[in-house]
C-alpha cells in the first residue's frame, strides 16, 4: 500500500497521478492552430495535429464558401478573435473576405502538407500545412 501523503506534487510519495491532455486543451489548441493558419497561411505542426487541423480547417472554408450570417457564427464559434494579420484584418474577416472567394470555384482539397523532419528534441515529425494556391 503506497504512503499517504499530498497527491500530484513532488516528495514524500512522488507523483501518483499525472494530469492528462484532456479534451478541452485539444479543442483550444485546435482552435489556435486554425486561427494562426487563417492568418498567416502557413503552419508547422506534428503529423498527429495534422489530421485534426486540416480537417477543421476544411469545415471553416465551406462555411466561408457559404458566406451567409449562420456560416459566419458557426465558424466564428472556432476562429479566435482579436488575431490580426499584417494588413491588420481578423482572422474571422480574412477567411470570409479572402479565403472563402478564392476557394469558390474547388471541392474540397483546400490545405497542403509538406513533411519537414523529425523535430529536434523529441523526434516528433513535423509537418508544413499550406492553403492551396
Do not use: C
Amino acid at each position: 500500500m503506497a504512503a499517504q501523503g499530498r497527491k500530484n506534487v513532488h516528495g514524500k510519495t512522488g507523483v501518483r497521478f499525472k494530469a492528462a491532455y484532456t479534451a478541452s486543451k485539444n479543442k483550444s489548441m485546435l482552435r489556435n492552430v486554425v486561427t494562426e493558419l487563417i492568418v498567416y497561411g502557413k503552419v508547422e505542426v506534428t503529423s498527429g495535429v495534422k489530421k485534426e487541423l486540416v480537417s477543421l480547417a476544411e469545415n471553416l472554408v465551406t462555411f466561408a464558401k457559404k458566406g451567409d450570417l449562420a456560416a459566419r457564427r458557426q465558424a466564428a464559434r472556432v476562429v479566435r478573435p482579436g488575431i490580426v494579420n499584417a494588413e491588420g484584418k481578423e482572422a474571422l474577416a480574412v477567411l470570409f473576405d479572402e479565403i472563402g472567394p478564392k476557394f469558390k470555384e474547388r471541392n474540397g482539397g483546400y490545405t497542403r502538407a509538406y513533411k519537414l523532419g523529425a523535430r529536434r528534441g523529441d523526434n516528433a515529425e513535423v509537418v508544413l500545412i499550406t492553403w492551396v494556391d
